[in-house]
């Protein structure tokens, strides 16, 4: 890479087979932002039957289309659901039909179809605990959408095929990409930074040659901005430089920091030390775990799932070793002793996974 461009825009060959450096760009302008408040959306539930008295909290919600058989043919899923109204059902007195307002989950279709000849759908809490049953769904006046987020990136030198269509060499209606990267100070890769859409261009005056490009793409969040700084010399070499921020920065800490580990593994069998004064959430054990087994910015999972993936090998080290968590009494009181049905592991049952592993924990 360049060293002074703080972005490099990533795009595929005309085979989609290979990724094509497209460009390199000095800065990207409104590219931090905090995400909108999550759409909430109002459905009706129609001939609904409760087991019990209807909640006028629901929670989260699993929605199971049902077959001719009753049985279930895949979940949906909604958050932070609550009742709005329940009134008798037209077609049948002994059910009800309920209005709902509740945010859609990502990564999901916009909406579960009733099947031909279903019998409607079984409707479950966040433990699967069965609440109910109804015979059809009807979202009340679809939400809008927010727009796309409009990034300007700025002082672009450009490269390959987009380089040929801005300059009218070739014609493409569609510019496939890749990614966005975050560049350091020596031009190496930070983290990446999104998935952006061109849409316009411009030359720009930042100098000849150069051109400014619009693109659409989710914005980074603000804490972000924070973090990048810390990283921009490389992988810092002072510890704990995540704990001043709150678990949603310290979950983007750990970004960076999986782009920059470095190094052999170390052989089993060893000791390391995790310093557990700031470990005041699941996301902070997981950035003092990385620098105990790895120094300063050091990643080694972000998730058991993860963990386990690392002590595989290929992050640092291979279990099994003994793991010294000093001043652990400081997890032990903000993550909990009893272990959740849904959410982030307890200490408990961080110490459960550790002795499944075979890596022994020394509570100092």
Known sequence: MTAGARFALWGE?????????????????????????????HYELLGCAFEGEPPSALGFLTLKPLDKHG????EWYLEDARVLATRPCARDLSRLDVTIEAVRCEHQPDYPQRVALSVGFSLSDVDDRPLGH?????????????????????????HGPLLDVVEG???????????????DDAGEVLTQAGNPDIVEWEPSPRGPGLYDLTVHMDPQP??????WPLWRGGRPAVPNLWAPFAPAGRARWLDPALHHRT???RPAGGTYHLDGRHVTDYEGFFCALGEAVNGPGGYFGRCLDGLSDALGGGFGATGPFTLVWHDHETARRCLGVQPLTFGPASFPELLAFFREKRIEVVLS
């Open 263 to 265: 190094g052999p593994d």
């Open 13 to 41: 060959d005309e085979d989609h087979e290979e990724e094509q450096l497209w460009a390199l760009c000095e800065e990207a302008e409104n590219l931090f932002a905090d995400p909108p408040e999550p759409t909430r959306r």
């Open 134 to 158: 109804f015979r059809d769904l009807a979202e009340v006046l679809p939400a809008e959408e927010p727009g796309p987020h409009p990034v300007r990136l700025l002082g672009c030198s450009l």
């Open 71 to 74: 049985n279930p043919l895949w």
């Open 222 to 227: 603000s804490v972000v901005a924070g973090i």
């Open 169 to 183: 060499r070739k014609k493409q209606r569609y510019l496939a990409y890749r990614h966005l990267d975050a560049l």
